[in-house]
T-cell receptor, first 112, second 107 residues
C-alpha cells in the first residue's frame, strides 16, 4: 500500500459544486501539505498543517478550506468549485523540521 | 520578484554531458534548500538537500549553495536519458517551490 493515498485520483465536477479531496498517510508524520500544480507553474502551496491543531494558509488558499481529522488524514475542500481550480492536486507529508518528502499520486480535478 | 525562480527550459543536454540547473531565491534568511525530480504525470521525488554554503555530492548529483548570491544549483554528471524530467527547487523555510526546469537529455 502507498504511504500517502489520495482519493479520488480523478474527478470531474461542475462549477459551483462543493468537492472534497482526501489524503491519508501511514508514515506517522505530523506535517501534511496540500499543493496544486498547473502546467508550467510548479507546485503552489494551498494549506499546510504541522499537527492536528495547527492549520496554516499557503500561497493560494482563497477558495479552499482544509480539515485535519486526525494525524493521518488531511482533507481539502473546494466550497464552490470554479473552472480555474482545474489542476493536479498533491498531498504530501514530512517528518518534523523536514521538507515535504512523501507525495501522494495526485488528484486530477476538472471543473466544467 | 518571485520568491523562488527557475528557468522553465527546456534545457537540452547531450547524453553523457553535465546538466546544470539553477535556482535563485529572494529571502536572504532562508536556511534549507531542496531539489526534487518530477517525471511527467508523476509526483515529485526528493533527490537532494543542502543547508550550508558549498557543494554536496550524492552519486551523479551535486548541489551547490551560495547564500551570498542567493542561488542554489544542481549539477547532473554523465547525464542519462532517464534524467529527462522537470526539476523543482524548493526553499524549505517557506515550503515554496520554484516553477521547475524541464530537462531533456538527448540520446
Amino acid at each position: 500500500d502507498a504511504d500517502v493515498t489520495q482519493t479520488p485520483r480523478n474527478r470531474i465536477t461542475k462549477t459551483g459544486k462543493r468537492i472534497m479531496l482526501e489524503c491519508s498517510q501511514t508514515k506517522g508524520h505530523d506535517r501534511m501539505y496540500w499543493y496544486r500544480q498547473d502546467p508550467g507553474l510548479g507546485l503552489q502551496l494551498i494549506y499546510y498543517s504541522f499537527d492536528v491543531k495547527d492549520i496554516n494558509k499557503g500561497e493560494i488558499s482563497d477558495g479552499y478550506s482544509v480539515s485535519r481529522q486526525a494525524q493521518a488524514k488531511f482533507s481539502l475542500s473546494l466550497e464552490s468549485a470554479i473552472p480555474n481550480q482545474t489542476a493536479l492536486y498533491f498531498c504530501a507529508t514530512s517528518p518534523n523540521e523536514g521538507t515535504p518528502r512523501y507525495f501522494g499520486a495526485g488528484t486530477r480535478l476538472s471543473v466544467l | 520578484q518571485k520568491e523562488v525562480e527557475q528557468n522553465s527550459g527546456p534545457l537540452s543536454v547531450p547524453e553523457g554531458a553535465i546538466a546544470s540547473l539553477n535556482c535563485t531565491y529572494s529571502d536572504r534568511g532562508s536556511q534549507s534548500f531542496f531539489w526534487y525530480r518530477q517525471y511527467s504525470g508523476k509526483s515529485p521525488e526528493l533527490i537532494m538537500s543542502i543547508y550550508s554554503n558549498g557543494d554536496k555530492e550524492d552519486g551523479r548529483f551535486t548541489a551547490q549553495l551560495n547564500k551570498a548570491s542567493q542561488y542554489v544549483s544542481l549539477l547532473i554528471r554523465d547525464s542519462q536519458p532517464s534524467d529527462s524530467a522537470t526539476y523543482l527547487c524548493a526553499v524549505n523555510d517557506k515550503i515554496i517551490f520554484g516553477k521547475g526546469t524541464r530537462l531533456h537529455i538527448l540520446p
